[in-house]
């Protein structure tokens, strides 16, 4: 798999990877509990990713209609941000694309720490979020949408896998390293005025052919003042 280490500021970068929608982040193969919880987390998945694609619906009538979109559109924006550590888990070689101003070294460094910030973060609200999933579980008896056990559901599997992804990351993916100039060209356009800073990104991004690296670096772009 191709991971990029991506400019989000002159001197800050984070690891992005851009996968297919349709592609499968977990399989269906088990039965019992733990089977039942990966199927719904990957309906949930589909469900989201056509919410993100579909055309615009008319205004939510209610209360429970805006909660609805309102998880689905958040749930979209967790897919596109822990798709890489999901898929980690399961990688024995990846390709880490840098900057080609950026030493060998520093890059390894910078990977391994955002993965070591990962794997702590996502541990820590996958026991935070499993608490909330059991006690959310008397809703599932009140007439209409679970949407806590819907959210509770994708965050505590979403977690899981995420934490499993930083750790193999870590220690259990043989990493290349292979120099971009497009992330290079990217980093400098940190230092141009704004017009110009939001058209190098998307040339960037249509350059690498990730139609949607560009809204992802300028929402986490870091302040350039």
């Not at 989201?48 to 749930?75: N, V």
């Not at 819907?150 to 930083?166: I, K």
Request: aromatic share 8%; hydrophobic share 45%.
């Amino acid at each position: 798999m191709d991971v990029y280490l991506v400019p989000i500021g002159r001197d800050h970068f984070e690891c992005y990877y851009e996968a297919p929608d349709d592609e499968e982040v977990e399989p269906m193969e088990g039965l019992g509990f733990f089977g039942r919880i990966r199927a719904r987390f990957q309906a949930q998945l589909r469900d989201a990713e056509r919410a993100r694609h579909a055309a615009p619906l008319a205004a939510p009538k209610t209360l429970l209609d805006r909660l609805q979109r309102r998880s689905m559109r958040w749930i979209a924006e967790r897919i596109a941000e822990q798709r890489l550590l999901w898929h980690l888990r399961k990688a024995h070689d990846a390709t880490l694309f840098i900057p080609t101003d950026l030493a060998n070294a520093a890059a390894e460094q910078l990977m391994q720490v955002s993965l070591k910030r990962d794997a702590e973060r996502h541990l820590r609200l996958l026991a935070v979020h499993s608490v909330l999933l059991l006690l959310s579980a008397p809703v599932a008896f009140v007439p209409g949408p679970n949407v806590l056990g819907y959210l509770f559901t994708f965050t505590v599997v979403g977690h899981f896998l995420a934490w499993r992804g930083a750790r193999r990351g870590l220690a259990g993916v043989r990493w290349e390293i292979r120099r971009s100039d497009e992330l290079a060209d990217l980093r400098r356009a940190f230092g141009l005025n704004a017009g110009a800073r939001h058209r190098e990104i998307h040339e960037v991004a249509d350059r690498l052919h990730m139609p949607r690296m560009a809204t992802w670096v300028e929402r986490m772009a870091a302040p350039t003042a």
